[in-house]
């Protein structure tokens, strides 16, 4: 098959990073294509967005996931040796984990201790009767039930180290400098925290609950029959407690838009939860999160007219596909009310990837999310009376994650449980 690859390509990095959300999606705009070709760190990669070229991109058969995130992404929030590098029997087996312990029993188990975190640090926050920086108050809200939900006994009492450590692995990966830096070392931190841990539990020198999340990974057996190496059972376990945590970004979010469309707010606190799944998948679809997935293409083909050769960096635009306007009318617009009337399909809205879950590399959180985030919105508009102080909203598009350039910022006045 003929490689048509231009022999020289320039390299795109800066320009991706300084807007990581809107680099691939407004190219292929421009372009009218929904793939280009370009080097980013320095290696060539092919960018996809839109329905159809994710619909093409969570094809098993044409791409694969070894080795495909760059090295400083494996070293801070993913960590090497887990489920998002694996392909295959190897990759359904680990997955059938996740996907026992995002949901069910396991699901309703996080969330109740996430409601006991709510009205613990709920009183804390009248207490203090202070300003709260809301992303603060969430991550170490979610570090709480995360760690008491994995049945993690060290961790109680020791909040603030816990979330920073957790925090740094998806909040610093991408920074520049010193706090890339603090991610890699906070992985090794964690790491060798719960890996020690994985050791004791098998030696029987814990009394961990036979029914948490850490017994579970660490008597998992892979499609070999063999236990994890303990130090990829950590990696598994931060799988699950990282961005169980991470959802503070989706909660600062939830807030953001409240904000800023408070007509929503009377039928919400009503309880209307028609309207309050839209919103939140509106809050999904509308904000940027994760920017892009990538993979590596398994054998030469062609598409679309472009090559695709064996072994080359292929990225899909989750936040463009999300914007799309051949799947979303008025895609800049926030309206939940589109999801009254419209369902979205696996390859359209993909904010936590595409396709299924089970078979394929789709986030097993997206109930565990969709639940706190409901979760937040009920404590929020029933539970609490609150302002944002904040005075500027606007997001910053650079940051990965994308938050508000000011902290958002709220006062919390009553609280009724
Ligand atoms: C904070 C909100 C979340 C966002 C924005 C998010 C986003 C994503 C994305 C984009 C992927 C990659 C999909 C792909 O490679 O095709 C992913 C994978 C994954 N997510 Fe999430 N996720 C979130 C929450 C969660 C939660 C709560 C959990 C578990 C408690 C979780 C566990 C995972 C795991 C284990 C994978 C790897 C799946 C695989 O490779 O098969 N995520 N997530």
Redesign the pocket.
């Given at each position: 098959m003929p490689d048509q690859s231009k022999p020289f390509l320039p390299d795109h990095t800066v320009a991706f990073l300084s807007d990581p959300y809107r680099f691939i999606g407004e190219r292929c705009r421009a372009e009218t294509c929904d793939v280009f070709e370009t080097r980013l760190l320095f290696k060539r990669t092919l960018c996809l967005s839109g329905p159809e070229a994710a619909a093409l991109f969570y094809d098993l058969n044409r791409f694969q996931r070894q080795d495909a995130a760059p090295e400083p992404v494996r070293a801070t929030l993913f960590g090497k040796g887990g489920?998002?590098g694996l392909d295959d029997a190897a990759?359904r087996q680990r997955?059938a984990l996740?996907m026992r312990l995002?949901h069910g029993d396991a699901l309703q188990g996080l969330l109740a201790h996430a409601a006991d975190a709510w009205r613990e640090c709920a009183d804390e926050w009248l207490v203090l009767g202070e300003e709260l920086v809301f992303y603060d108050a969430m991550r170490t809200l979610l570090t709480r039930a995360a760690c008491r939900w994995a049945g993690l006994p060290q961790a109680e009492g020791d909040w603030p180290e816990r979330t920073r450590q957790l925090s740094a692995l998806f909040d610093e990966a991408a920074a520049p400098g010193l706090g890339h830096v603090r991610a890699r070392m906070a992985r090794g931190e964690a790491e060798t925290w719960l890996a020690d841990l994985i050791e004791d539990a098998r030696a029987g020198r814990t009394d961990l609950p036979e029914d948490c999340a850490t017994w579970a990974v660490a008597w998992h057996r892979d499609a070999d029959d063999a236990l994890m190496p303990p130090r990829i059972a950590a990696v598994e376990l931060l799988?699950?407690l990282r961005?169980?945590v991470?959802?503070s970004?989706?909660l600062v979010l939830l807030v953001h838009a409240l904000a800023l469309h408070p007509q929503y707010r009377a039928p919400l606190a009503a309880g209307d939860s028609v309207l309050a799944d839209a919103f939140i998948q509106e809050v999904r679809r509308w904000y940027p999160?994760?920017p892009a997935?990538a993979a590596r293409v398994r054998h030469d083909f062609l598409w679309q007219g472009q090559f695709f050769r064996e072994g080359r960096r292929v990225m899909l635009d989750?936040y463009g596909t999300n914007h799309d306007p051949r799947s979303w009318a008025d895609p800049e617009a926030f309206l939940p009310e589109r999801f009254l009337s419209q369902t979205p399909t696996p390859f359209n809205f993909i904010?936590?990837?595409g396709a299924e879950a089970a078979g394929n590399?789709?986030?097993?959180?997206e109930a565990?999310?969709v639940a706190l985030m409901h979760q937040a919105m009920q404590m929020l508009l029933q539970h609490l009376e609150y302002e944002v102080t904040t005075q500027n909203l606007a997001l910053d598009y650079s940051r990965l994650p994308a938050l508000p350039r000011e902290p958002l910022c709220i006062r919390v006045n009553t609280v009724r449980f």
């Open positions: 489920v998002q990759h997955k996740f995002t799988n699950l961005p169980t991470a959802v970004v989706y999160f994760f997935v989750l904010p936590q990837g590399h789709r986030c097993p959180g565990i999310t």
